[in-house]
């Protein structure tokens, strides 16, 4: 699942806010990288997803719980790693624009 949002959230990236974000990038990240993440999210979730939308997500037993801290404490890892990247970048990149002026 990480990775799925991490993939989704660096072709939205490029989609809108990359070197040369267009039109076309756009409507392909809506067409195809958002509709197929939702579509593997559906198949991933089941219906386990649909009751999770209704307010009704049953409780579940301490194993699973153990297994969802740990990645949950995984991905605040991954992402704090991607936020540094990305700031990384995004400063670099100003960096070289401030250098063409």
């Not at 990236?13 to 409507?27: C, R």
């Not at 404490?73 to 991954?78: G, I, L, N, S, W």
């Not at 990305?86 to 400063?91: G, I, S």
Request: include cysteine.
């Amino acid at each position: 699942m990480v990775e799925e949002l991490t993939t989704l959230f660096w072709s939205r990236h490029v989609a809108f806010e990359g070197a040369k974000p267009t039109i076309e990038l756009a409507q392909i990240w809506h067409q195809q990288n958002l509709a197929g993440f939702y579509q593997r999210l559906r198949w991933r979730l089941g219906d386990s997803g649909r009751d999770c939308r209704a307010g009704q997500h049953p409780d579940q037993s301490p194993a699973v719980q153990a297994v969802q801290a740990k990645a949950a404490a995984e991905y605040a890892k991954r992402r704090e790693q991607l936020v540094a990247f990305d700031d990384r970048w995004r400063a670099e990149r100003q960096a070289h624009l401030d250098g063409e002026s």
